[in-house]
């Protein structure tokens, strides 16, 4: 089993271009998230997806939407990227909504 | 509401004890402790439900009191493979979602 999969690795994008990040699970999670993480600020939600067909906004929602594409996918695009959105992006996957989060290897933003 | 950790970087020596606060304002349903290592992903340590459970995992173990809303985190004879940095997240009752902490460095010196 792969666990949680994210692509690409790392990226590096100018002011106002668009970008999908990829997530991926193998372990028939009905959750999945994702999240942001900057220095001194932990890990935020932006967006989760409780289950197949649903996705709800987190605490950082602005500038970022979701598709959950099956139970396995579930991507992050965005639309129009800023520099404030440089930062390490992780996707999560869960059993149940209050289970144990298993964590992608993370994709590396900046945006120039 | 994000939860407060407490303190926000320890460093210990080898063999030492350390622990880890982690407290909100909202009504908790659950606490999760990670541990998460330089340039990797957090990865989990535990889970605690509301109910004052206390869990243990090897020589690190943690405490949940709902009425006060904290968890602690209690890492015992620590080892150089602890270092790292640790994030409580926090479970509202009916929220499908964890609020994490900002984190709490740890460093284990030899």
């Known amino acids: 089993n792969a666990g949680v999969t994210q692509t690409p690795k790392f990226q590096v994008l100018k002011t106002g271009q668009s970008m999908t990040l990829q997530c991926a699970q193998d372990?028939?999670?009905?959750?999945m998230y994702w999240y942001r993480q900057d220095p001194g600020m932990g890990l935020r939600l932006i967006y989760y997806?409780?289950?197949?067909?649903?996705?709800d906004k987190g605490e950082v929602p602005n500038g970022y939407n979701v598709s959950r594409l099956n139970k396995r996918e579930f991507s992050l695009r965005l639309e129009s990227a800023a520099p404030s959105q440089t930062s390490v992006y992780f996707c999560?996957?869960?059993?149940?909504?209050?289970?144990?989060?298993?964590f992608g290897p993370g994709t590396r933003l900046l945006v120039l | 509401q994000q939860p407060v950790q407490s303190p926000q970087a320890v460093i210990l020596r080898e063999g030492e004890d350390a622990v880890i606060n982690c407290s909100s304002s909202?009504?908790?349903?659950?606490v999760h402790w990670y541990r998460q290592k330089h340039g990797e992903a957090p990865v989990f340590l535990m889970i605690?439900?509301?109910?004052?459970e206390q869990k243990g995992h090897e020589k690190i173990s943690a405490s949940f009191n709902e009425k006060k809303q904290q968890s602690s985190l209690y890492l015992t004879a620590s080892q150089l493979s602890y270092s790292g940095t640790y994030f409580c997240?926090?479970?509202?009752?009916?929220?499908?979602?964890?609020?994490f902490g900002q984190g709490t460095r740890l460093t284990i010196n030899p």
């Open positions: 999560a996957s869960s059993g149940v909504g209050r289970g144990t989060q298993y």
């Open positions: 372990m028939n999670h009905n959750s």
């Open positions: 997806s409780a289950s197949e067909g649903t996705t």
């Open positions: 909202k009504a908790l349903y659950s």
């Open positions: 605690l439900l509301k109910g004052g």
């Open positions: 997240g926090t479970e509202s009752q009916g929220a499908q979602k964890l609020v």
